[in-house]
């Protein structure tokens, strides 16, 4: 099996040097070239060595992925591995590797930024999720280094991609309206998070538009976690309202254990509609109504606009890229009229 430089240009039938100019992603070969090389090194078993590569290039081709939250939530919340599918599948295709971090709240935050980010180790970072108040976002910013938000940031030099929380919300609640529900609740995701304000935002819209009163008595915050859903509506129990938007179907699945402890159906006694659309919500009883976001193609998307910055020249001033998906109601069975 060829281990070498010569081995594999012998293969592509191209010139030693052409073969270092596909590894180290030069921009001047031709695609169909590009191609038989990569074909022959795949043939060959060649492995290139990446720091000579990256001694080359600057470029390690290696991005990290960061999710400020506990490791457990990884785990409990599908719309992490979701979300890592997208970007997994993207920085394969472009030969790029992905080194996943989660760094949950701690004191030793900025010794683990520095062991991730200090060494130059990392091409540039998508960062996913983080609370307003992370301060990873500002060190990422201050160091100049290449990153992406999944998920709206208020600071204009900060690209992200996200989907447009307030319209899914929005359409979530005029769902329940046009149903005829009037005293419609809500369970909100985390407020130092832009998506958890945004969706309660469209709350607020819809009700406003069609002169229903906001009440807060009708408002729980959440957490985006089962537990916190299942908490939030055995507060919200006592104030009667006939539907309820939730603001992840993970606190849905939470709500609606509340409500079967406390004899309630769903739909009959009370009305279920969330968002994002995970795997479980159309496999529970009753099959939740909800908003669905892309959430894959935002994983994969982001990965796309990390790349054009990190291969892009010193010299150049991106713009920076805000890019909002919209979203899709879907409905299933845990909607109906009072």
Partial sequence: MASTLEEVARLAGV????????????????????????????ESGYQPHAVA?????????????????????????PFFPILLRGTTNACNAHRYQLMLSLFAASADQQERY?????????????????????????????????????GRHPDRRVHFVDVDNVSGARMAVEHLIGLGHRRIATITGRLDTTHG?????????????HGIPVEEGLIAEGDFTESSGMAGMQRLLPASPSAVFVASDMMAIGALKALRQAGRQVPQDIALISFDDIPVASAIEPALTTVRQ???????????????????????????????LPTELVIRNSCGSP
């Fill in 15 to 42: 010139s030693r040097s052409t073969v270092s100019r596909v590894i180290n992603n030069h921009p001047h070969v031709r695609s169909e070239t590009r191609e038989r090389v990569w074909q022959a090194i795949r």
């Fill in 294 to 324: 892309p959430i894959e193609r935002m994983g994969s998307m982001a990965v796309e606009v990390l790349l054009s910055l990190v291969e892009s020249s010193p010299e150049e001033e991106a713009p920076v890229h805000r890019i909002v």
């Fill in 197 to 209: 304000q945004d969706r309660l935002e469209g709350y607020r819209q819809a009700m406003q538009a």
């Fill in 114 to 150: 520095q062991n991730l980010l200090g060494n130059g180790y990392l091409d540039g970072v998508i960062v996913a999720s983080a609370s307003l108040d992370d301060p990873l976002v500002s060190h990422l910013l201050r160091d100049r280094v290449p990153f992406v938000s999944v």
């Fill in 53 to 77: 590569r990256s001694l080359v290039t600057n470029r390690t081709q290696i991005i990290g992925m960061v999710i400020p939250e506990a490791v457990t939530t990884l785990f409990t919340d």
